[in-house]
Each structure stands twice: as structure tokens, then as C-alpha cells.
């Protein structure tokens, strides 16, 4: 089934062109089906590329999603032209009274910074207290999974050495997991972040589970036992010249960056990347809307989390 967009969104002609099913709010209504409310929360700068990142991957399952793009009232986006946010976003008040049955929180380039420094914090904290009340699960993309643990358990983050970089191998920690369903014992999936959370740290909440994690670049999923949170530390979303990008651009800058690892063949950046995790994304994204969203929701959206 399709992902349900506004037809002015810049995503839309990105998608038609990789043929992703979707479809126009006239056509979703004639359809006598209530369509899972996933809200988006794009704390990125590159607003429109991650939004249609995500959207590629929510419209790859039997269930119809309706989308809600949302950014921070108390942080003004400086790559992303104002009049898309006023067009295709709302902000935090906008919906506040509202149920949704899925909630994701992508990234943000501020890692590098303490939490309460991050100058739309209060507000991002706010929103996760709501979550709790207004939504059935919530999957929080690396500095936004790094935000939840610290924010819900005082799970702190530590600056790595040397930017974790590149496209690692990872290992099924809990293959009971209904998230896990259907992957490889074995599977890869990018990571770009500064800093780092830590098993020790983890272990000490019983609430919750490290569902997978890398040799190299460590903890990787990480669940509450109700399923209720979904943490994962890399960007399994990433197109697959999202690193190359990322990578070009320091360059440019002058920054100290490493070859990501085992991005390009060879690790010869001259080359063109092979993307080696796309599977893993589709299983990631389809089995938390089944499992985590679709199987447990109210048919009442109203009755979202008691």
C-alpha cells in the first residue's frame, strides 16, 4: 500500500520517478481504510533529502501511511527555504492534542554539543513527554535516539576519537525480536556521528534491550521491552550517496575526515559507492510498522496510549 503525501511535496517527484507507490490525499479517502498517522520529526538540515529518505522506506510495506512532517518552533532552519516548512510542516503546538500511531526522530548535526545547550531542547523534550500519551511507538534516528536514552533514562553520550564513519558490520543480538524478523545473522548499515552511546550505560536500565550492535562501531539497536521506543544510532535511511556527500563536503571545508570505511570499493573514494544495507533499511522500517505500529494500535486513533 502507499504512503499518503501532499502532491506539492518535493519528495513526491523523486519517488514517482523510483516508481514508490503513493498516493494524493482524494484518492486515500475514497479508500475504506484507516491509514496509520506516522509524524516525522526532521530535526536534520537537509530537510527535503531526509524526508524523502523516509518516506522511501515507510511506503515499502501492505499498510497506508499518512504522513506529518513537523520541525522545531524554537529553531529556524537555515538550509530549508521558509516557505517549504509553511507549505508541507507543522510545528510541535499545531498538534499537541492530537494521537498518532508512529513517531520518528531523525538526527540532528548538534552531537558534538551538550544536550541542554541545543537551543530547541526544552521543546524536543516536551514532544517526547507527549509521545508517551499521544503515541503508540517511537523510532529515534541517531543524535535523536542519543536525545531519548539521555532524556527518559540519563543515558549520557561520549565523544569518540575520530568520527565513526562508514558502512559496518552488525550482529543479531535477540533473534526473538519481532524488529529483527527476517534479517541476515550478519548485516551492514551506515553510521556518521561524533560520539557514541555504551553498553554499560545501557545494562543498567532493565527497561531496556540492545537488540543489535557492531564490533567497530558498537551499540546499534537498542528497545524497550514493550516495544513502546526504538533507538537505532546509524542512519540506515541513507541514500546511497548521502556518505559521499557528507564526505565531499568536509573536504571542501578543510576538516580532518576519513575515507568512510567500506563504502567505496576499496576505500577509493575515485569509485562509485555500492550500497550493501538497503535490505536491512526495508526490514528495519516495514517490521516496526507491522510489528510495533500496525499490530498493537487501536483501530481508534483516539485510543492511543493509555
Known amino acids: ?54 518516506l522511501r522506506l515507510l511506503s515499502n510495506t ?13 529553531h529556524q532552519a537555515k538550509n ?36 541542554d545547550q541545543v537551543d530547541y531542547w526544552n521543546e524536543l523534550t516536551q514532544i517526547f513527554d507527549w509521545a508517551e500519551t499521544n503515541v503508540e511507538s517511537t523510532f529515534n534516528i541517531c543524535w535523536g535516539a542519543q536525545a531519548g536514552l539521555y532524556h527518559r533514562y540519563g543515558i549520557p553520550k561520549y565523544d569518540l576519537p575520530r568520527k565513526m564513519f562508514g558502512v559496518f558490520e552488525h550482529r543479531l543480538l535477540n533473534r526473538t525480536s ?23 550505560d545501557i545494562e543498567q536500565v532493565d527497561e531496556l534491550q ?45 576538516l580532518p575526515v576519513n575515507v568512510p570505511i567500506n563504502y567505496y570499493p576499496q576505500d577509493d573514494p575515485s569509485r562509485e559507492p555500492t550500497v550493501r544495507w538497503r535490505g536491512h533499511a526495508n ?3 516495514s517490521n516496526w510498522l507491522n510489528y510495533y505500529v500496525y499490530q498493537v494500535t487501536p483501530y481508534d486513533v483516539n485510543k492511543i496510549p493509555q
Open 178 to 200: 519481532s524488529l529483527l524478523r527476517g534479517y541476515d545473522d550478519i548485516f551492514l548499515a551506515p553510521h556518521s556521528r561524533h560520539t557514541e552511546i555504551r553498553r554499560v
Open 210 to 254: 540492545i537488540l543489535a550492535e557492531s564490533d567497530d562501531a558498537g551499540v546499534y539497536i537498542v528497545g524497550t521491552k514493550d516495544g513502546r521506543h526504538i533507538f537505532v544510532t546509524g542512519h540506515s535511511e541513507y541514500d546511497p550517496l548521502t556518505l559521499k556527500g557528507e564526505y565531499d563536503r568536509d573536504i571542501d571545508k578543510g
Open 283 to 285: 526490514l528495519l522500517y
Open 62 to 74: 501492505a499498510l497506508q501511511v499518512e504522513v506529518t512532517l513537523l520541525h522545531t518552533a524554537t
Open 1 to 54: 500500500m502507499p504512503v499518503k503525501i501532499p502532491n506539492t511535496l518535493p519528495a513526491r517527484a523523486t519517488l514517482e520517478r523510483e516508481n514508490i507507490f503513493i498516493m494524493d490525499e482524494d484518492r486515500a479517502a475514497h479508500q475504506d481504510i484507516r491509514a496509520l498517522r506516522v509524524a516525522i520529526l526532521n530535526l536534520m538540515p537537509t530537510k527535503i533529502a531526509t524526508e524523502t529518505q523516509l
Open 80 to 115: 530549508t527555504d521558509a516557505d517549504h516548512l509553511l507549505t508541507h510542516y507543522l510545528a510541535f503546538d499545531d498538534v499537541r492534542h492530537e494521537k498518532f500511531d508512529g513517531l520518528i526522530v531523525t538526527g540532528a548535526p548538534v552531537e558534538q554539543m551538550p544536550f
